[in-house]
């Protein structure tokens, strides 16, 4: 796996999605969330869904079948891509609740915290509801994308394994 076509490719998508990121959202606007949520996604509206769809994918690939020097460049793409990072997520079903489960788990990890970390325990306690609510046993896909998550407490809320593994304590 390539990971410096892959950090190209994402550099592009990210210039691609900057604007769009960084586009003001008129919070006095009673209807924001309505009008924010009738718009096409970010990467649709760039124009580069297919491209980012196979960038996430490469990069997730990467994080999970990757040694700890691996993982630590793909956490380091996505750092160095905001508009990226906030902008291309992922979509469509997986073969079970379990892989999405898993897959969407990663994603996290990868991601490798938020600007606010607060958002990202709320969405991984979120995750993990909806997976309980699908008859996922979250425990053991928890602990193990713990285990291969950033040691790194980059906005003293600790780092992405603790968030991940606070994700056990709310039901």
């Not at 630590?72 to 160095?80: L, N, P, S, T, W």
């Not at 938020?114 to 993990?128: Q, Y």
């Not at 309980?132 to 040691?151: F, L, M, N, T, Y």
Request: glycine share 8%.
């Amino acid at each position: 796996m390539n990971l410096a076509a892959i950090r190209e490719d994402v550099a592009v998508i990210d210039i691609l999605l900057r604007d769009i990121a960084q586009r003001p959202v008129d919070l006095t606007d009673p209807d924001w969330p309505a009008k924010l949520s009738a718009g096409l996604p970010p990467v649709e509206e760039a124009g580069v869904a297919a491209e980012a769809c196979a960038a996430l994918t490469a990069l997730l690939d990467a994080y999970e079948s990757g040694d700890e020097g691996v993982r630590d460049e793909v956490r380091q793409i996505f750092r160095a891509h905001g508009a990226f990072s906030w902008g291309v997520g992922l979509t469509g079903r997986w073969p079970s609740a379990a892989a999405e489960f898993r897959r969407r788990l990663v994603h996290i990890s990868a991601r490798d915290q938020s600007e606010d970390p607060r958002d990202e325990l709320v969405g991984i306690w979120e995750l993990c509801a909806q997976a309980r609510g699908r008859g996922v046993d979250v425990e053991p896909i928890v602990r193990a994308v713990a285990d291969i998550s950033g040691e790194v407490d980059h906005v003293g809320m600790g780092s992405t394994r603790l968030l991940i593994l606070r994700g056990l304590e709310h039901r």
